[in-house]
């Protein structure tokens, strides 16, 4: 159990009753790393973060935080704050009072309070504002204030639960920005749940993406949003295609797959699947590319019709339906004023994209990650 | 008609205030203001007044004989206040953590004893008390735990027993509402930020449920001061309370304005009490 790790899991599991609310997990947070736990709702990302918190108890394994295993220690003597998903903050307290809770019930001296309140709300830009109640602030105030009053205690790590859920977009993306800046400042190891992937891809060093328990893929933004290891994640992590096809064997070093709706396409192979499988193939649709006319012989070109086009400011939507009811999502960026679409509603289109823009993930595997954690919950 | 309501909601608030505010003036402001007058005036010699003004019967109330039992009722009405605290706060909690149903169960529990009339309730505890005849010392005796008595009756024991269990659920209940009003996460919060259990109550269950607490208290404290059933049955006719003796000017005495005289005074206190406790929980809360 190295100490460079700030948070280490270990096979941990959370039940409630019958319910696996978190199913054998392990992960390792690395010493000053912003790590978020991503997924939808219920997934256990909260229930994994109170654990490390101590407001939960593991049903099985450990939880070490600064190379120390937490046992079932309350919350009181871990070395994490929290900021909570709704502040939490002691309606009867000054701001002051609030902000110095925790430096007061440590024994810390008087005037010692005294100067790291003022840093600490100095920090989060509240200076001037100690006198007041927390129902005198506005929802990022509030805000500020929650984070104040964890930083303060200087904790080995900070657990963040939904934090900028309460606000609206404009504050919660100018506080996304903050709260990264903070963390490179104080170089506190934060963990981050949220059920926002833009969130998490704004904000993160690394990324855990959770579904039913289970952690299915860990990575920096870009890995987890470029490979996705699953259809789960593939669709979870931004917008994208689905294609269902079938292996037809390896052709220079990439996968060769024979689509429902008719082409052959190459794709990264990411896992080893055989020859025969079903599959399913992920495209962003930023990554593919829409000519008019017909398909020319280039590699991974298939044809379609323009079922709608939505102008949406930085880009433009295309609808292209490729038969059988499959159709195909392509974003193309609007780079010059007026150049208007590309092609019109019912146009014959070629689409097309490069060998290395699509994930390929065997039908078979995914039946299984998601049947797993449903026989148990 | 409507219309007019519509455009005036001033009139629409005297409308629906008048049957309450007409209640109120009539059975209560009336009888308090006749309770006030009576207290500056003469007795009559059957009961009744004389129309002529007297300080004597406020003088008379203020008299060490009278003011002393003032200050013993409002002693037991405090120790009644605070036992009823003491058993009800924790009460509370409980009752305020448990499932939604087990929660709806707990409280009918607590209003069952209400069901039935509170002068039969009292009697039944006379009937336990009760120094040679009743059952707690009879069977104590008869196991032979005891050879005397105990002294369960006819005292101020007696008296605070009866008022704690009568007036015990109006203390649960504020308490019982201040607490499932309480957001969980503040209690997690406390215990983040280091506080053990301990300090969580001190510097956040208790200050927030203030409000509850005083309330409770209130509702105990003033019935408890002005009670006279329970020190009648319970005080065994030797441990009085000023409810007693107001009672006995009134009904035995036939001096009406003295009655009025004790009358004025503990509702001077109550309001002096119940001001106080506001004012402190104001400033704390």
Known sequence: MSASYAVELVSVTKRFGEVVAVRDMTLRIPDGEFFSLLGPSGCGKTTTLRMIGGFEMPSRGEIFIGGE??????????????????????????VYENVAFGLEMRGVSREDIRRRVAEALDMVRLAGMERRRPSQLSGGQQQRVALARALINRPKVLLLDEPLGALDLKLRKAMQLELKQLQHRVGITFVYVTHDQEEALTMSDRIAVMNHGLVLQVGTAEEIYEHPNCRFVADFIGETNFLHGTIAGRRQGALEVTLDVGGTVLAQAGQDIGRGQPVTLAVRPERVRLSPGLPGGEVNALSGTVEDVVYTGVATTYWVALGQGERLMVRQQNEQIGAGPVAERGEKVTVSWPVDAASVFAQASEAQAQAAPEAGA | MIETLRRRPGLQAALLIFPAASFLVVFFLMPLFI???????????????VWSFTLENL???????????????????????????????????????????????????????????????????????????????????????????????????????????????????PLYAALSRLDPSLLEAASDLYAPGR???????????????????????????????????????????????????FLAAHDWPFGSALSTIMIGLMLLATLAYFRLVRRRG
């Not at chain 2, 309770?35 to 007044?49: I, N, T, W």
């Not at chain 2, 206040?81 to 499932?99: E, F, N």
């Not at chain 2, 209130?218 to 003796?245: C, D, E, Q, W, Y």
Request: with cysteine; hydrophobic share 50%.
């Open chain 2, 59 to 173: 003088q008379r109330a203020v008299d060490p004989l009278y003011f002393n039992t003032f200050l013993r009722s409002a002693r037991i009405a405090g120790l009644t206040t605070v036992i009823c605290l003491l058993i009800g706060y924790p009460l509370a909690y409980l009752i305020a953590t448990q499932s939604d149903r087990r929660r709806n169960f707990l409280l009918l529990a607590l209003m069952i004893p209400f069901w039935s009339n509170f002068l039969v309730r009292t009697y039944a505890w006379l009937t336990l008390l009760r120094t040679n005849t009743g059952l707690i010392n009879v069977t104590l005796m008869g196991l032979g735990l005891i050879r005397e008595p105990l002294p369960l009756f006819g005292n101020d024991f007696a008296i605070i027993l009866g008022l704690v269990y009568g007036w015990l659920p109006d203390m649960v209940l």
């Open chain 2, 199 to 249: 300090r969580v109550f001190t510097r956040v269950v208790w200050p927030l449920t203030l409000p509850g607490v005083a309330a409770g208290s209130i509702l105990v404290f003033i019935p408890s001061l002005g009670a006279f059933i329970t020190p009648a049955l319970l005080g065994g006719g030797k441990s009085l309370m000023i409810g007693n003796v107001i009672n006995n000017q």
């Open chain 2, 35 to 49: 309770v006030v007058a009576y207290s500056f005036l003469e007795r009559g010699k059957y009961g009744g007044v």
């Open chain 1, 69 to 94: 295993p937490q046992g079932y220690r309350p919350p009181y003597q871990r070395p994490v704050n929290t900021v909570f998903q709704s502040y939490a903050l002691f309606p009867h307290m000054t």
